[in-house]
């Protein structure tokens, strides 16, 4: 059910009116893959009901976009087979539509599009999207609308976006129970809704069968072809709501304390849901709720959160510390990197949002000598006089993930090791998004950005290449942490990896 405390999240793509003549009201899914705690599926069916048209809810993949690859290509027609099976059990009109050489996706898309009566799609500020709704608001004929369901907070509820964690807090505290209170449907249905049986729907669609998936990868063209899929990784809303289980059950109770230890995937203590928040299979909302509820001890209710500890990152939501510490990750730094591109969207950031101070240290610190300089294959290849660094890259090129730790020394060490700040930034920016299943997204760019110093501080003292940008080393994280089981389990992934790589 769609509140109108919600209108908040829809944001006009055109002033174009509705098509009377058109057959349907159109959903163009593009960022939530999901047919639940989805604010841009309840907005949908609410106009659906308002007009008296059918709903058809569409959702495509383009076949070349920047950094695609067997294996981004084989995680998202996963996902569709679980949509399609959703969709299929909760009575909704499901269209799916993957671009293979032969048949574009331009053709579908437009006859689809021609007989909408409205189109609603999903709003999302990074990578080609922006760019993608504006041209849909110059082209369409028909009214055309935007749903923010990235997060709990609507982006349009804050006034700015905000340079320090420390400086979004607070005001994501006094607007979280108001955003809460009216979260998105966890039961859609498709009742009352006008049937869409009459419908004919357009040629070339995809079966949405898992046995169909493999002969349909192999017509499809990627800009990254050697980038393969990794088997232990699966795409698809039934799989994150396994993982979200067994986060619930092995991963939260230890949070607070070791969610900074690499391990190997089955001992970590981390969500391993990010691939999933980012392609939209799941939401945060239903996640944020999931954890508030984890805990048999305490019954969560609006009167448990503590007021006395706004902008503090413990103690505010929950009494369990590790309660605080994940929804402090999935809040405060998540919505971060969205508000950070929702002021200005836009398909990248680059080092010119630096902070002046990172500018200026950086640049005076830019002609600084270099103990090691690494080439960009050097780096892919993971051909560096450092394990440590060395076990992350494989990790990220052979699994599509990386520990969230060595994530930022990763970052770290290709600045130490590189020309320039902009030259590492050219590499990280490309080795994320070629490989994380999570890349492309605009933690990817906050993430990255902070090893710059981005949504930090100046530290002292002051160093070689760095200048006052925070500095880590492997040698600190090594004393830090065991790595043993962690290499280990690297070692074992190497056995396994693609003639060529790592050669």
Not at 10 to 37: C, D, M, Q, S, T
Not at 98 to 120: H, I, K, P, Q
Not at 219 to 225: D, G, H
Not at 473 to 495: N, Q, R, V, W
Request: glycine share 4%; aromatic share 14%.
């Amino acid at each position: 059910m769609f509140s109108e405390k919600n209108l908040i999240r829809v944001r006009e793509g055109n002033k174009k009116p509705v098509r009377e003549e058109g057959e349907f009201v159109l959903y163009w899914i593009r960022a939530n893959r999901r047919l639940a705690w989805n604010h841009s599926l309840d907005y949908s069916i609410h106009l659906a009901k308002k007009f008296g048209k059918p709903l058809v809810i569409f959702e495509s993949v383009k076949m070349d976009f920047e950094w695609s690859s067997p294996r981004l290509h084989r995680f998202l027609l996963e996902g569709i087979c679980d949509t399609a099976e959703e969709a299929k059990k909760k009575g909704f009109t499901y269209w799916a539509f993957v671009e293979t050489e032969g048949v574009s996706l331009e053709n579908v898309v437009s006859s689809t599009l021609s007989r909408s009566a409205l189109v609603v799609t999903d709003e999302f500020p990074c990578f080609f999207l922006p760019g993608h709704a504006e041209e849909l608001s110059r082209t369409l004929d028909c009214k055309f609308l935007l749903v923010d369901s990235n997060s709990v907070v609507p982006f349009t509820a804050y006034e700015d976006s905000y340079a320090y964690a420390r400086v979004l807090r607070p005001r994501l505290h006094d607007r979280f129970l108001e955003s809460f209170a009216f979260h998105s449907d966890p039961k859609p249905n498709s009742k009352g809704i006008p049937s869409s049986d009459a419908l004919k729907p357009p040629e070339y669609l995809f079966s949405a069968d898992p046995k169909d998936i493999d002969s349909v990868l192999a017509r499809m063209k990627s800009r990254c072809p050697d980038v393969v899929p990794y088997t232990n990784r699966i795409g698809g809303r039934k799989e994150a709501l396994r993982l979200m289980a067994k986060f619930l059950k092995e991963g939260l109770p230890f949070y607070s304390e070791e969610r900074s230890e690499p391990r190997p995937p089955e001992t970590s203590r981390s969500s391993s849901l990010s691939p999933y928040l980012h392609f939209g299979m799941i939401s945060s909302e239903e996640l944020t709720l999931a954890v508030l509820q984890s805990d048999p001890r305490v019954t969560w209710t609006p009167e448990t959160i503590n007021h006395s500890q706004r902008g503090k990152n413990e103690g505010f939501f929950h009494p369990n510390p590790n309660v605080n510490s994940f929804l402090d990750e999935l809040l405060t730094w998540r919505e971060l990197g969205f508000l950070f591109f929702h002021k200005s969207p836009g398909f990248r950031k680059d080092l010119s949002v630096l902070p002046d101070w990172a500018k200026k240290t950086l640049e005076f610190h830019k002609s600084d000598v270099r103990k090691y300089v690494y080439s960009k294959e050097e780096l892919e290849n993971a051909r560096t006089h450092d394990p440590i660094w060395n076990a992350a890259q494989k990790e990220l090129v052979l699994t599509g993930s990386m520990q969230n730790y060595l994530r930022m020394l990763w970052g770290k060490k290709v600045i130490e090791w590189t020309r320039s700040p902009e030259e590492a930034f050219s590499i990280l920016e490309d080795l994320n998004h070629k490989y994380a299943y999570d890349g492309r997204d605009p933690n990817s760019y906050t993430g990255i950005l902070w090893c710059f110093g981005a949504f930090d501080r100046p530290w002292f003292p002051e160093r070689e290449i760095f200048g006052t940008v925070r500095y880590m080393s492997s040698e600190s994280t090594a004393k830090k942490f065991k790595l043993k089981a962690y290499l280990d389990f690297i070692h074992s992934l190497e056995g396994k990896k693609e003639p060529g790589l790592f050669a």
